[in-house]
């Protein structure tokens, strides 16, 4: 039997990797993508991801959830993905349609339907999920875990010096996350797609060797967000944080040094945005110098280093053929 994702997403170059590694992974069933407001647009976030399961010859329903953030402005990544979000290929338009159900509706008709067994990721802010929350806080419990790719883990963001792009897109969604109560709820931090976890020129040369559609596609639409990573923040290749994520959470050989923290998200001022990691635990001393942090418990699961070599076969595997 199938392992059941569900996977919520602001579809742009990095993301609709992600997407495809879920499609073609072969023990994952994947019933349901919803939009949120991020990268792109939903309007454009939709294109993006009906497009990638279009290519991956897939009938997965794809929702269009929350076009904005609960509080903050809304804003978009096109500086950093292109304007279409796919590094300006120009594909052509999907013939897949959106479907006009409330995705919060469906999610909990499938988790009704298999408690305990569905793996949500979520590949941008966290707007959608927190909705969830509000209207159906049980069931969201009963998701089997949670992978989210957002945060920075005691490192620097990379939208603000103190935050990561999705986390502080809508830093109040992301704190009604955090607080939820979920036994399981996993932290893919932006910082893990760095360094020798970027794909190399040789390696993005290497998946052009396989010649598949699904490897043009990978690099292709990259190209701007590989100008993106090299030009601003300096990385040496492609920084792909989105696929990282989905590789944390289709194969438990990536994750190499993982621990349970107490993590918050600050939800105004100059950090805003910003999840503090209490690697030290010292906020579980009670009563605490800082009322900020007594009390505190053991909410999420950090990922501190992943085995880049295999997550970039985790990638190869699902775009070779």
């Known amino acids: 039997m199938k392992n059941k994702y569900f996977i919520d997403t602001d579809t742009a170059s990095d993301d609709a990797v992600a997407l495809l590694m879920a499609l073609e ?10 939009i949120v407001s991020g990268n792109m647009s939903v309007e454009q976030g939709s294109i993006n991801a009906r497009y990638t399961v ?8 794809v929702y269009v959830g929350a076009d904005a953030p609960l509080v903050k402005k809304r804003e978009h990544a096109d500086w950093f993905h292109g304007p279409d ?32 067994e569905i793996t949500l990721v979520t590949l941008g802010p966290l707007t959608n999920i927190s909705n969830f929350i509000k209207k159906y806080p049980e069931s969201f419990l009963k998701l089997k875990n949670i992978v989210i790719m957002g945060g920075a883990s005691n490192t620097v963001g990379n939208v603000t010096p103190a935050a990561e792009y999705n986390i502080w ?45 699904k490897a043009d596609f990978t690099i292709d639409c990259n190209k701007h967000a590989l100008d993106s990573s ?56 009670d009563p605490h110098i800082d009322e900020h942090w007594s009390h505190t418990k053991r909410n999420i699961n950090v990922i501190w280093e992943i085995n880049s070599s295999e997550w970039k076969e985790t990638l190869y595997k699902t775009i070779r053929n």
């Open 230 to 285: 090299q030009n601003w923040l300096g990385d040496p290749g492609l920084g792909l944080p989105d696929p990282v994520a989905m590789a944390v959470a289709l194969n438990p050989e990536v994750t190499t040094k993982a621990s349970r923290h107490n993590v918050q998200v600050v939800i105004d001022g100059p950090a805003r945005g910003m999840t503090i990691v209490d690697q030290l635990h010292v906020g579980e001393s």
């Open 25 to 34: 992974w072969d023990d994952v069933e994947v019933l349901g993508i919803s």
């Open 85 to 116: 979000g796919m590094g300006n290929m120009n594909y052509p338009a999907p013939k897949l349609k959106e479907t006009d159900k409330d995705f919060i509706e469906v999610l909990n008709n499938h988790i009704i339907e298999n408690p305990d």
């Open 169 to 213: 897109c809508d830093p109040e969604a992301a704190d009604t996350v955090f607080k939820s109560n979920h036994h399981d709820i996993t932290m893919v931090g932006w910082e893990l797609c760095r360094g020798e976890a970027n794909l190399t020129e040789e390696e993005m040369d290497l998946a052009y060797s396989f010649k598949t559609e």
């Open 54 to 61: 279009e290519l991956c010859k897939k009938d997965v329903p």
